[in-house]
């Protein structure tokens, strides 16, 4: 094992000063396929799985000068990388990553395998995420089904619940990193 860190610092060193294709390439046969699952198993869709793992091999392409060696392994690094753009590609799409769309509820009969397998996935984890919610303190429940469920802004939450505005907030901050650590661990 120590070998294969070693190897893949040196891989990742050689891309950083080098540019070098070919220990580019072997980085991405050890790594995208990681990266594509992980996205996967976070209720991604295909597409997005690759277009994301796509992007993220792309960042460690351009920003390869950043490993920092000292401060932990290139595994690590490369997994913030992906944690990052998952965030920033949620952020983009304007969307909670815990949002359900009426797509997703309401199947197609003439869908592919693959999409139902997508489709299987997806549903997988809006199970999952019941049961975190559903295991979150009552406080931090309420919240959430009221915004999230119900659909209310936050002040309207506040007022519903006889709360501070700033305590909702608190509370849904919470559940939602909770929520969101216990899927990453499925």
Request: with cysteine.
């Amino acid at each position: 094992m120590i070998n294969v860190l070693m190897t893949e610092e040196k891989l990742i060193s050689d891309i950083a000063l080098k540019r070098d294709k070919s220990s580019f390439a072997q980085i991405y046969r050890i790594y995208h396929p990681k990266i594509f699952h992980t996205y996967m198993k976070s209720g991604l869709s295909k597409e997005e799985s690759l277009e994301l793992a796509q992007e993220v091999m792309l960042k460690i392409w351009r920003f390869a000068d950043q490993f920092d060696e000292k401060k932990g392994k290139l595994s690590t690094w490369i997994f913030q990388i992906v944690r990052n753009t998952k965030f920033d590609f949620f952020r983009k799409k304007g969307s909670d990553p815990l949002a359900v769309e009426a797509s997703e509820v309401y199947a197609d009969e003439l869908l592919s395998n693959e999409e139902l397998e997508d489709n299987f996935v997806k549903e997988y984890h809006r199970m999952e995420t019941r049961v975190l919610i559903n295991s979150l303190p009552i406080e931090q429940q309420r919240v959430v089904n009221l915004v999230y469920g119900e659909g209310l802004s936050h002040s309207e939450c506040a007022l519903k619940e006889n709360i501070p505005l700033g305590t909702v907030k608190s509370r849904i901050r919470l559940a939602v990193a909770s929520i969101r650590n216990g899927l990453e661990e499925v």
